[in-house]
């Protein structure tokens, strides 16, 4: 069983899932960094567009899959971002920006939608929910140079797919407000919101509905 991080870029995601990796002696999974397509696609973001979801797409699911199948109970896993955000969020927004044209973001709708009905949702979803001020802030702070470029409309535009795909996720969920909580500079907060993760799972491995 796994649990999933979920949020924007520069919303803490990764260090969360290292700090909880650390915290509960789960595995971390990160977001994997070396799609072939990704070269192509800065080169030409309307012909590679397409692929470079479909890629992701796919090794989405073999990471969930690779996780369900596992015989040791006790392996559990923190994965960093969901199959469902390169869908909802950043599939959806290649389309409204004409960079992904209607026909091949019906057909990659299409594949997710029979892809994640046959994959196991994470036991408990935690959104990160951060505004764009806090967002650049925090981008700018891990100095990562192919962020650089990175402006704060675009970031506004994944929000706002980030906020209508979170309302309707109907699995268990978890929202952070890191403009209330700041995970990564402010350590009390960092230990409220790990111990309020830590006791849902404790209270749901006693109920016995932790991972159902």
Known sequence: MYIAIAGNIGS???YLTELLSRRLGWEAQYEESENPYIGDFYED?????????????????RQIDGIATR????????VDRTIYEDAQVFATNLHRVGLLSSRDYT?????YEFTVANLQRPALLV?????VPTLVSQIQRRGR?????????????????????????DGPK??????????????????AIVDRIEKYIRQRQTDGSFGK
């Open 12 to 14: 803490g995601k990764t």
């Open 145 to 169: 140079v192919y962020e650089a470029s990175i402006d704060g409309t675009y970031l506004d535009g994944l929000n706002r797919l980030y906020e209508a795909w979170i309302e309707t996720y």
């Open 107 to 111: 057909t990659y709708m299409q594949l």
């Open 174 to 191: 978890l929202v952070i407000d890191v403009d209330r909580e700041d995970l990564v500079t402010d350590p009390a907060a960092r230990e």
């Open 71 to 78: 015989n040791d109970s006790e392996r559990h896993v923190v």
């Open 45 to 61: 973001m309307t012909r590679w567009a397409f692929n470079l979801q479909v890629y992701f797409l796919g090794k989405r699911q």
């Open 127 to 131: 959104y990160l929910r951060a505004s």
